[in-house]
Each structure stands twice: as C-alpha cells, then as structure tokens.
C-alpha cells in the first residue's frame, strides 16, 4: 500500500501533556493529567501496568476523573498523515479507546478492527457509535487473537506504547508488528523523547524504540522526527513500516 506525503503537524488537544498539579479542585488546570498519574502509579506498584486503564475509564465514565487523550476528533497527526483511500483494506486500531481514529478510519473506506483491554472503553465506542462499521473488541496486545497474526493491510499504533512502563514495552513493540499482513503497512504516531525527560505517563518512545518496530519481516519506509507545536512533548515520531 502507499502512503501520500503530509503537511505540516497541528497539536492535538488529546496528545496535550499532563501538567503537574493538575487535578479536581485546582481551578487553573484541567483534572485529566493528575488522574493519569495517580492510575498509573497505584496501578503500577502493584505489578498491574495495564489495570488502570480500565479503572480510569470506568471513574471518568461515572464522572470522577478525566481520560486526557479522549478527544472526538481523530489525530491530527492521524488526519493530516494523508492515507490513501482504505477501499475495503484490513485495518486494526491498537488500543482504540473510545474509536476516535477507528472511526476515521472506517469513513477513508478501510474495514476496521479496533481493540483496546479496557472494556469501559471498547462500551463507550460502540455507545458513541451506534451503527458504526468498526468491529469493536475487547483484546490484549500482549495475548492478541491468533487469527490476527498477519492479517491485516494497515495497523495504526498510536499513542499506545507510550503509556506502558519499560518492562513490557519490547514485548509490545514485537507484538503491534505481528499484525501487519505481507504488503501491509504499520503507522507509528507516537511522542518522541528528549533529552529533557519528564514524569510519565506518557513515556516518550525512543529512537532506539522507534527502531525495534522493524524486524521479523518488517522493515521501515520512513522514519520522522516532527514538531509537536502546542504541547509540552516537543517532538513526535512519525514512522511508517511495511512487510
Ligand atoms: C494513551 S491511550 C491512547 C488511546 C488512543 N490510541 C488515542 O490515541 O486516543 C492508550 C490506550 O491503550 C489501551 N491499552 C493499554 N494497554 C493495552 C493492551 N495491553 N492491549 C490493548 N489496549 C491497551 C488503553 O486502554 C488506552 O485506551
């Protein structure tokens, strides 16, 4: 499959960074940040990396926190990546959420697969779009269906190994690539580290990390290191693989 050319990057409002003290009651910042980290590090110290995602969900859903990447428009960097039409092409979204760029996808014409281990959110995208063609499920990158293995033209992974802690992000890494049929394509949008590292999540993925997608029969087409304008995260890769 090709990939067109791109323009320059816009922020966008759901890659925001988490400011520090951010959190309900501070009337100057936004909740979602502090929520965030607050998830994630109980989930964490108790040897649990993916178990906050359903509890974040579920509190914001009953209106006691704030999920800051969900957003209801897709990506920018998504929107402005410039995909080719999908024409019935096998897509699956990565840790799709509640299906902001699933849906997009699914209007460029692919036939869309979106995943995400958090049931709250795989409920909240088929809520918010009833009738949608998206074949939403509940899954685990780390213990995919089998039947997925290769399977699919393009697999979008964006902002999702980012949020994971470095002892399982190899493994995730291996395991997006799996997807990407023969001729398929991988598309990477992800935040880019620096050498000015903050508090995370999210854990800006390195070049080295960038790299790793490649390999067991992908290979890399293109690898950019772009301007996030708006957001603290001052840089994001934007990287496309094939096999
Ligand atoms: C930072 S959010 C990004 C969501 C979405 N990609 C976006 O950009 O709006 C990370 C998402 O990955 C999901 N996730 C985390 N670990 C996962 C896993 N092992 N398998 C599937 N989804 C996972 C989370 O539930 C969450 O929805």
Known sequence: MTVCGHAAPLPDPA???????????????????????RFAAA??????????????????RDGHAV?????????????????????????????????RDAEHLATLGYTV?????????IALAR???????????????????????RAFDLVLESNNVQALPAGIRARAIG?????????????????A?????????????????IDAFAGRGLRPVTVERIPAAGSRLRLRWRAVFTR
């Not at 957003?71 to 840790?95: I, K």
């Not at 398929?184 to 949008?189: E, Q």
């Open 15 to 37: 890659d925001a960074v988490p400011r520090p003290g951010g959190g309900p009651g501070d009337a100057a910042l936004p909740p979602g940040p502090a929520d965030t980290r």
């Open 43 to 60: 989930s964490l110290a108790a040897g649990d990396p993916t178990g906050w995602f359903e509890r974040l969900y579920a509190q914001a």
């Open 67 to 99: 999920v800051p990447w969900d957003a209801p428009a897709a990506s920018v960097h998504l929107r402005e990546f410039g995909l080719p039409p999908g024409e019935g092409r096998r897509a699956l979204v990565v840790g799709c959420g509640p299906g």
């Open 113 to 121: 697969t979106a995943f995400d281990i958090a049931e709250t959110a």
């Open 127 to 149: 809520e918010r779009h009833p009738g949608s063609p998206v074949d939403y499920r509940v899954a685990d990158l780390l213990d995919p269906p089998p039947a997925w293995r």
């Open 175 to 191: 395991a997006v690539g799996e997807f990407v049929a023969a001729g398929g394509t991988l598309l990477v949008l992800a935040a």
């Open 193 to 209: 580290a620096t050498d000015t590292p903050g508090e995370g999540p999210p854990w800006p993925l390195t070049r080295a990390e």
